[in-house]
Nanobody, 115 residues
Framework: QVQLVESGGGLVQPGGSLRLSCAAS????????MGWFRQAPGKQREQVAS???????IYADSAKGRFTISRDNAKNTVYLQMNSLQPEDTAVYYC?????????WGQGTQVTVSS
């Protein structure tokens, strides 16, 4: 059974930074992408960023220039460095592992940007 454990969320002031981590454990077969989604209260879950097994990263427009996604394949871990955070970035952030026939989700970590 695959488990995703997220960490790094919290409360930060506008303009601040946070680094999220997500470690995947268990047997994952085949190439897979790792990514981050977020869901704010009253809104749909949206993709923030993802990175393929080969290291190709894509970002939502809201994340470009501020967030950086990276992964450590040896550790099956994905990171999201978030800089210049704004109140509109407040949401629960979910880690996702996506393969050809599977998709796994973490439990989510709260990010709150407020003064």
């Amino acid at each position: 059974q695959v488990q995703l454990v997220e960490s790094g969320g919290g409360l930060v002031q506008p303009g601040g930074s946070l680094r999220l981590s997500c470690a995947a454990s268990g047997s994952i077969f085949g190439p897979f992408a790792m990514g981050w989604f977020r869901q704010a209260p009253g809104k749909q879950r949206e993709q923030v960023a993802s990175v393929t097994a080969g290291g190709l990263a894509i970002y939502a427009d809201s994340a470009k220039g501020r967030f950086t996604i990276s992964r450590d394949n040896a550790k099956n871990t994905v990171y999201l460095q978030m800089n210049s955070l704004q109140p509109e970035d407040t949401a629960v952030y979910y880690c996702n592992v996506q393969g050809g026939r599977f998709s796994y989700w973490g439990q989510g970590t709260q990010v709150t940007v407020s003064s």
